[in-house]
Structures are given as structure tokens and as C-alpha cells.
T-cell receptor
Framework: NAGVTQTPKFQVLKTGQSMTLQCAQD?????MSWYRQDPGMGLRLIHY???????DQGEVPNGYNVSRSTTEDFPLRLLSAAPSQTSVYFC????????????FGSGTRLTVV | GENVEQHPSTLSVQEGDSAVIKCTYS??????FPWYKQELGKGPQLIID?????GEKKDQRIAVTLNKTAKHFSLHITETQPEDSAVYFC?????????FGPGTRLSVLP
């Protein structure tokens, strides 16, 4: 039972490049979300999904795109990377909306130069 | 929207002492309050949570208290050990999501 798996663990991008951060869970959780973590600011919600085919914006969605074609996968796309998107990104999943029993992945550290 | 404040931002205690971290929230509709522990290089891990219909919950050395009237909740760690050193985050439910506090870096000194 792997839980929530994020790839890659580290990534360096040049300004303007695009990339996809992968997130997969094997717990059959309906609810999945993406957070970014910046020093002194805690975790801020980027996008979330309450089930396959359903996504919605969180607190800081600009510059990011998501889709949810299966229950297991919830990729996060950076459309045109900017230095302000340098951060640590966490994917999380839960069996219920509201995040009861949230399980987080181990994170992707992204640097945009 | 919901706003969660957390104090202190850093906390150092001697091994064996108690540690208390306090959070306040603004939305009276929030009804679920989890606490997460994040060790260096890892994702946050749920350590305890409390619902709005409960005033206190304990799990071994960890306890959480909730005062709905004052809109604040606290994490209490007793008999601290070096492995308790980490960053702790509180959170409050907001609709289908959470709002997290900015975190408290706890250092347990041997």
C-alpha cells in the first residue's frame, strides 16, 4: 500500500517552460487536492477534486491547471513557469470532502530560474 | 473567508517538558480541526483531530482542546521527546477544504 505517490521529487525549470507534477493514490479516495508550501505561509490550496471528472479552484489557482480522468491520478500542470512558482508542492487525498483523514504525499520541490 | 492564525511561530522546550501551540480561526461554520506534524523533507502527517461537538481529545502524550465560543483550539504535547521536534500545522475546515495555519517549529532540546 503506497499511499500518495508524487513524482518527481525535485525539478528545476527555466522561466516559461511547462511541466506536469504527477500524483497517484491507491486508497480509492474520492477527494484529492494540491497545495503549495512557502516559508512562513503554511499550505495554500491550488486546486482540488471531489471525484473523477470534477475539479475546482482553490486559493491560489493562477498559472496551474488540473484534470481528474481517473480516481487514482490527479496531475498538476504548470502552463508557463514563473519564478513565483518556486515552492514545494504537496498532493493529498482523503476518503471524504473536508479532508477528514487527509494523507499527504512526500512533496515535489520545484525551482524556477 | 476563513483565516487561521497560529502561535508561536517557534518554540523550544527541554526534553520532558510540555509544549502548547495555539490557533484561532475566524469562520464560525468551521467544524473540523486537524493537527499535522511535518518532519524535514516529508509531507505533513495527521497526528490528531477534533470535531466541533467535542471539547477535548487525547491520544497518549498528545491532546487537543477546542473552545468554539472563542474560536480557538490548542495542541498540547506532554513529556516531550527529541523525536517530537518538527513543524506543526493546525487547520480549520472551510467548505470542502481546509485553511492551514502558518506553522510552529518545535525544537525539543536534550
Amino acid at each position: 500500500n503506497a499511499g500518495v505517490t508524487q513524482t518527481p521529487k525535485f525539478q528545476v525549470l527555466k522561466t516559461g517552460q511547462s511541466m506536469t507534477l504527477q500524483c497517484a493514490q491507491d486508497m480509492n479516495h474520492e477527494y484529492m487536492s494540491w497545495y503549495r508550501q512557502d516559508p512562513g505561509m503554511g499550505l495554500r490550496l491550488i486546486h482540488y477534486s471531489v471525484g473523477a471528472g470534477i475539479t475546482d479552484q482553490g486559493e491560489v489557482p493562477n498559472g496551474y491547471n488540473v484534470s481528474r480522468s481517473t480516481t487514482e491520478d490527479f496531475p498538476l500542470r504548470l502552463l508557463s513557469a514563473a519564478p513565483s512558482q518556486t515552492s514545494v508542492y504537496f498532493c493529498a487525498s482523503s476518503y471524504s470532502p473536508g479532508g477528514v483523514g487527509y494523507t499527504f504525499g512526500s512533496g515535489t520541490r520545484l525551482t524556477v530560474v | 473567508g476563513e483565516n487561521v492564525e497560529q502561535h508561536p511561530s517557534t518554540l523550544s522546550v527541554q526534553e520532558g517538558d510540555s509544549a502548547v501551540i495555539k490557533c484561532t480561526y475566524s469562520d464560525s461554520a468551521s467544524n473540523y480541526f486537524p493537527w499535522y506534524k511535518q518532519e524535514l523533507g516529508k509531507g505533513p502527517q495527521l497526528i490528531i483531530d477534533i470535531r466541533s461537538n467535542v471539547g477535548e481529545k487525547k491520544d497518549q502524550r498528545i491532546a487537543v482542546t477546542l473552545n468554539k465560543t472563542a474560536k480557538h483550539f490548542s495542541l498540547h504535547i506532554t513529556e516531550t521527546q527529541p523525536e517530537d521536534s518538527a513543524v506543526y500545522f493546525c487547520a480549520a475546515s472551510y467548505g470542502q477544504n481546509f485553511v492551514f495555519g502558518p506553522g510552529t517549529r518545535l525544537s525539543v532540546l536534550p
